[in-house]
């Protein structure tokens, strides 16, 4: 699976957008990108997942770059709640074999500000 | 519906004693995931069951095992304890569709602290 670099740490203020930069420019065509996130002391929180094209939800938005190399997660009126470490991985969907070995790096600290 | 539970949530153990750690998936998950997060490590996957099989297993000693019951219950057990294994231990289920993408639900842990 690709290696991903992101920023240690971000600060946003509260109702602004957040946007979260991952770069993982060793991406291959049958990756996708996951983005989790985990609030203090709790378990980590799947938060959405794209291949090639922006991908949308409740929660969040994922905009990838053409080439793929990189991506950015936003969340469009960062609130409080949304302080919390945000992890991106990039995750091959492998058919049939184990999915569930996910490598977790340091994540990006998001710090959501009054 | 209910999300993946974790019994216990907190316990402490003595150096040299063994625990076993308890995690129910969401039902109609199949796969299930175990993972060892501590300040100094970050979060490393231990190992990962699928119809009572290990599939997957991370880089750490024979002293960490698991299993998976018939209806995906899945049980971690940690013998000879040592401090080092103080920790907050993770579960994760997923549907495993086996292709395409595959979503990981945690639950809210089981916090151990060796004395």
């Known amino acids: 699976d690709a290696k991903t670099t992101q920023p240690p740490s971000m600060d946003c203020a509260e109702g602004r957008a957040a946007n979260l930069p991952c770069n993982h420019s060793?991406?291959?065509?049958?990756?996708?990108v996951y983005w989790y996130r985990q609030i203090h002391s709790q378990g980590p929180q799947y938060i959405i997942h794209?291949?090639?094209n922006n991908e949308t939800n409740e929660m969040a938005s994922l905009i990838i770059t053409e080439d793929r190399k990189s991506s950015t997660l936003i969340l469009p009126h960062a609130t409080l709640r949304d302080t919390a470490v945000y992890y991106c991985?990039?995750?091959?969907?492998?058919?049939?074999?184990?999915?569930?070995?996910?490598?977790f790096g340091k994540g990006t600290k998001l710090s959501v500000k009054p | 519906k209910a999300g993946v539970t974790q019994t216990p949530r907190y316990l402490i153990k003595t150096r040299g004693q063994q625990v076993t750690l308890s995690c129910s998936p969401i039902?109609?998950?199949?796969?299930v995931s175990w993972y060892q997060q501590t300040p100094g490590q970050g979060l490393q996957f231990l190992f990962e069951?699928?119809?009572?099989?290990?599939?997957n297993k991370g880089n750490f000693p024979g002293r960490f095992s698991g299993r998976q019951f018939s209806n995906s219950r899945s049980e971690m057990n940690v013998s000879t304890l040592e401090l080092g294994d103080s920790a907050l231990y993770l579960c994760?289920?997923?549907?495993?569709?086996?292709?395409?993408?595959?979503?990981?639900?945690f639950g809210a842990g089981s916090r151990l602290t060796v004395l």
């Open positions: 039902s109609g998950h199949r796969s």
């Open positions: 794209g291949l090639k």
């Open positions: 069951y699928f119809s009572e099989t290990q599939r």
């Open positions: 994760a289920s997923s549907r495993d569709p086996g292709s395409g993408a595959n979503v990981l639900t």
């Open positions: 991985i990039v995750r091959v969907a492998r058919n049939g074999g184990s999915q569930g070995n996910l490598i």
């Open positions: 060793t991406i291959s065509g049958n990756e996708y």
